[in-house]
């Protein structure tokens, strides 16, 4: 008993996974068998997974009311009859193939205990080409139109930082962060998006949470190459360049009251706002200014869609009802001619859990993470922000501005 103990121990391993999405670092082979190994863009953790064999699909899969072994592993032989196998991923010759560097997304990912390795029921190309494409991984939002559009949007909040009047050098910084519109994925610039949130303590000293939203500001100027589609670039560009409403403005003057921004300049940028509304902002910028309400930013992406791929999108109304989700984006980042994108933009959208096929009664909300990290933030005392920006050279199609 104790020789059997010993041969199980280790550390303990989750027993599913869900969908993997794979930043894939190798592929080996053994006995006729491909594995692939890369880095976990969910959480950075490294990984080892094969695809079942239908033998052991019919093993690990079993259910209460399941027909006898032998039907059950022919079952799993005509669902695995038309798989993509990791071999002819690993293929260089393959275009279909997903080189080193490159995502593969591994469905159904799970342990078997036998032999403490990850299996997965299917693999499925997502980034192929890292020269050509790149993935970005948080919880994603797409929403759509009456008028046919959508909006795609990814916020990272493992990234979220408290801000504070009274450190105000690390808010500046974390604010610069957070707007700074160089795209995080090959070049050019990316639209940002920020939910700040706010939390204080009612006259019966109950904790309540608020969320407000902002985002990078669109405008039209030459800068010496004609007339284009510009970005904000910092958090006084945006709100210089912004007519907001009571939920930007009310984002704007939290950030600005951990900043040292005067109230004045957000209540100045509200469009036709009504006495209350700016009373309102004035009583955020307040609270926040002297310390009785606590803030956090959230930091995020608007995300172009490639138009031809928003048909498949439409397919999976799943991804739509679901509010958000844990999961990952897959960005072009160069064009067919090789060139750079200015704007790059998104082709697929992938969920690390299976999502609902019906709408949920209460619907998960990129609010609702963002409060849930402001919350994990207070009780392990808080994180400094990064005080280093990549050192990347600015971006076309961005303000020139770099304030915070």
Known sequence: ????????????????????????????????VTSVKGTQLQNGEELSVQLMSPARAANMMKGRNDVDDRERVRLWEDRFANRRELSEFADRTNDQGVKPGGVILLNNTRLDFSDRQYYAQAAYGFVSDPEFQAAMSGTVSLSKFADGSMRLQVYQPDKAVLLSPSSKDEAQ????????????????????????????????????????????????????????????????????????????AAAAA???????????????????????????????Y???????????????????IVRKSMDNLLKRPELFHSGSFAGAIA???RGADGGALERPAAYAVTSYSALPKSAPEVTPTPAKEAIRAHERLLSAGGEKPSSSLQSRPPARFASPGRDF
């Open 1 to 32: 008993m104790a020789e059997r103990a010993k041969k199980f121990a280790g550390p303990k391993l989750p027993a599913t996974l869900g969908n993997v999405a794979l930043s894939v670092s190798e592929y080996t082979s053994k006995d006729g």
């Open 173 to 248: 910084r974390a604010v610069k962060e957070a707007f700074d519109v160089r795209s995080p994925v090959g070049s050019g610039v990316m639209a940002r998006t920020v939910i700040v949130t706010i939390l204080e303590k009612n006259e019966e000293g109950e904790a309540q949470s608020k969320a407000f939203y902002m985002r990078s500001a669109s405008f039209e100027a030459d800068l010496g190459n004609g007339v284009q589609f510009q970005l904000s670039n910092g958090f006084g560009d945006t709100l210089k360049r912004s007519q907001l409403d009571s939920n930007s």
């Open 254 to 284: 939290a950030i600005a009251a951990a900043t040292g921004v005067s109230a004045q300049i957000v209540i100045d940028r509200m469009s036709e706002a009504a006495p209350e509304d700016s009373a309102a902002v004035q009583r955020i």
């Open 286 to 304: 307040d609270v926040v200014k002297s310390g009785e309400a606590s803030v956090a930013l959230t930091p995020g992406y608007t995300v172009p």
């Open 331 to 333: 960005i072009a980042i």
